[in-house]
C-alpha cells in the first residue's frame, strides 16, 4: 500500500477482554515499531522489529502485552486481560533501514471499559 | 525519565514570523535524529532529520541545528503558517535502532 494501515481505527473493548490491533507496513520495509500514546504526550516505545524477529521488546508494559510479526510484513500487537489504563492511542511505524525515517500510521485509538 | 525532553510545552508565534522549537537529549550514544509533526488525530509526520556528523540541515521552510557539545537539538521554521500548527516531537536514535520520542511542543499560530 501506500502508506502505513492499522486496523481497526477504533476499538472500544471491555475491561478484562482480549485485543489484537493490526498493522500494515509499507511494502518492503523491514523494520517495524509500536508506540503507545496517551493524551498530551509523545509516543511511548513498545517493541521494534526487524524482519520476523522482534529487535528490542524492553518496552513492552508487562507480560500482557506480545506482538508478532510472523512473514516479516503484517504485525499483530496483542493484549490480553485489558485493563481502563490499557487505554490509549497505538500507533505503527515502519522504515526501511537504519537512518531513514519511521513512517507512522493513523494509529488505533483503543478505549477500555 | 525520559532522555528526550522540549523546553517548552507551548509557543504561540505571529503568522509570517520564524519559529524555533528546541529539544535536549541525554544520550550520548544518539546518532540519529529526526523531527516529527502531529496534527489532532493523526500519527506523527516526518519533517526533517539530521545525523550526528552533522550540525545543519536544511529543508523546505525547516531547518534542524544540532549542537552535540550540549546536546541540543532545535527545529526552525521559516515565515509561519497557519498550516504549521500543530504538535512537534524530536526523536532520537539512541544507537540501538529505538526511536526514543520527547513529550511534545504545541506550536499555535497567532493571526
Known amino acids: 500500500g501506500a502508506g502505513v494501515s492499522q486496523t481497526p481505527s477504533n476499538k472500544v473493548t471491555e475491561k478484562g477482554k482480549y485485543v489484537e490491533l493490526r498493522c500494515d507496513p509499507i511494502?518492503?520495509?523491514?523494520?517495524l515499531y509500536w508506540y503507545r500514546q496517551s493524551l498530551g504526550q509523545g509516543p511511548e516505545f513498545l517493541i521494534y522489529f526487524q524482519g520476523t524477529g522482534a529487535a528490542d521488546d524492553s518496552g513492552l508494559p508487562n507480560d500482557r502485552f506480545f506482538a508478532v510479526r510472523p512473514e516479516g510484513s503484517v504485525s499483530t500487537l496483542k493484549i490480553q486481560r485489558t485493563e481502563r489504563g490499557d487505554s490509549a492511542v497505538y500507533l505503527c511505524?515502519?522504515?526501511?533501514?537504519?537512518?531513514?525515517?519511521?513512517?507512522f500510521g493513523q494509529g488505533t485509538r483503543l478505549t477500555v471499559v | 525519565g525520559e532522555s528526550v525532553g522540549l523546553h517548552l510545552p507551548t509557543l504561540s508565534v505571529q503568522e509570517g514570523d520564524n519559529s524555533i522549537i528546541n529539544c535536549a537529549y541525554s544520550n550520548s550514544a544518539s546518532d540519529y535524529f529526526i523531527w516529527y509533526k502531529q496534527e489532532s488525530g493523526k500519527g506523527p509526520q516526518f519533517i526533517i532529520d539530521?545525523?550526528?556528523?552533522?550540525d545543519k540541515r536544511q529543508g523546505q521552510r525547516v531547518t534542524v541545528l544540532l549542537n552535540k557539545t550540549v546536546k541540543h537539538l532545535s527545529l526552525q521554521i521559516a515565515a509561519t503558517q497557519p498550516g504549521d500548527s500543530a504538535v512537534y516531537f524530536c526523536?532520537?536514535?539512541?544507537?540501538?535502532?529505538?526511536?526514543?520520542f520527547g513529550k511534545g511542543t504545541r506550536l499555535h499560530i497567532l493571526p
Open positions: 511505524a515502519s522504515s526501511s533501514y537504519r537512518y531513514t525515517e519511521a513512517f
Open positions: 539530521i545525523r550526528s556528523n552533522m
Open positions: 511494502s518492503g520495509h523491514t523494520a
Open positions: 526523536a532520537e536514535n539512541n544507537g540501538d535502532d529505538k526511536i526514543i
